[in-house]
């Protein structure tokens, strides 16, 4: 009995030091046969950590995470996620865990013939069938709370700024409760202020919901605000990695350049 229990504390102090959420290995994807993007990429997130990619504009960002929830199929590598490995899940079991995980992607449109409510009852529907109409609407409510729009609730996408439309796009991501979120270029395209107030709203995520996320973006404001970590892609691999505070002091040139 006494060795059981020993056992089970062992089990659970093992448990405390948890495997990465996200952890990808020696990933490759060439496209077009010569178009080699990756090249070999590692990384991995920890569990509650924010993860920034830098990188210049083509160098693979976007298709390292598509890989990881399986829009992309990469060529080789493994890519596991919740210590699940996500190359070998069925078409079921990918859904399954996509469900799991929330991602502002750059293009995510709202419908725009859709007020704020319908847009994210519809995609709370569409993922949890069993909840009654009033069980939506309280979703609805809440996720429209975490971003700080009640107020938009009854209005069309396009009467929102953009700003706001990307608010909304990201009350749609949290309406599903994910466990990680890939954001892709979050505040492209918005002006200064309102940028800044989407970083906070991510750092806010983070700590409201014990997200896992990683941030895609040149936005080195955003960078400096969310990133637990960053990790630099370059040439298909990941070039440099550290803290916003090391890599702005990295002794390679090419990296302290993004933060100039
Ligand atoms: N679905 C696709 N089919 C063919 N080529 C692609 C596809 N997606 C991305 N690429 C190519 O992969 C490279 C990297 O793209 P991407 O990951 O979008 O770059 P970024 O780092 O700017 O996000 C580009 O050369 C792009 O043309
Ligand atoms: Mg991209």
């Known amino acids: 009995m006494i060795k059981e229990k020993e056992n089970t504390d062992e089990t659970k102090s093992k448990?405390?030091?948890?495997?990465?959420?996200?952890?990808?290995?020696?990933?490759?994807?060439t496209f077009g046969g010569d178009n080699k993007v990756l090249k070999g990429?590692?990384?991995?997130?920890?569990?509650?950590e924010d993860l920034v990619i830098l990188g210049r504009s083509g160098s693979g960002k976007s298709v390292t995470i598509k890989c990881i929830v399986g829009l992309?199929?990469?060529?080789?590598?493994?890519?596991?996620?919740?210590?699940?490995?996500?190359?070998n899940l069925d078409k079921n079991e990918l859904n399954k865990m996509r469900v799991r995980i929330g991602f502002l992607f750059q293009s995510a449109a709202l419908y725009d013939s859709m007020s704020v409510r319908e847009n994210l009852a519809f995609t709370?529907?569409?993922?949890?069938?069993?909840?009654?109409a009033e069980e939506i609407e309280n979703e609805v409510m809440e996720a429209l709370?975490?971003?700080?729009?009640?107020?938009?609730?009854?209005?069309?996408?396009?009467?929102?700024?953009?700003?706001?439309?990307?608010r909304i796009g990201l009350a749609r991501t949290l309406i599903l409760k994910p466990e990680i979120i890939l954001y892709d270029e979050?505040?492209?395209?918005?002006?200064t202020i309102t940028s800044r107030e989407i970083s906070e709203l991510i750092l806010d995520i983070k700590h409201k919901q014990k997200t896992s996320s990683i941030i895609i973006t040149h936005d080195m404001a955003c960078a400096k605000l969310t990133a637990d970590r960053i990790m630099v892609l370059k040439e298909g691999v990941i070039h440099a990695e550290g803290t916003y505070e090391e890599l702005?002091?990295?002794?390679d040139e090419w990296v302290r350049s993004f933060f100039e």
């Open 186 to 191: 979050p505040t492209t395209g918005l002006d």
């Open 248 to 251: 702005e002091k990295d002794e």
């Open 72 to 87: 992309i199929e990469p060529d080789k590598g493994e890519i596991k996620v919740f210590g699940e490995n996500v190359l």
């Open 145 to 166: 709370e975490n971003v700080g729009l009640q107020d938009a609730v009854d209005k069309m996408p396009a009467e929102l700024s953009g700003g706001m439309r990307k």
């Open 41 to 48: 990429v590692n990384l991995t997130v920890n569990k509650g």
């Open 124 to 132: 709370l529907a569409a993922h949890k069938r069993d909840l009654s």
């Open 15 to 29: 448990e405390k030091k948890q495997a990465p959420i996200i952890e990808i290995k020696d990933l490759h994807k």
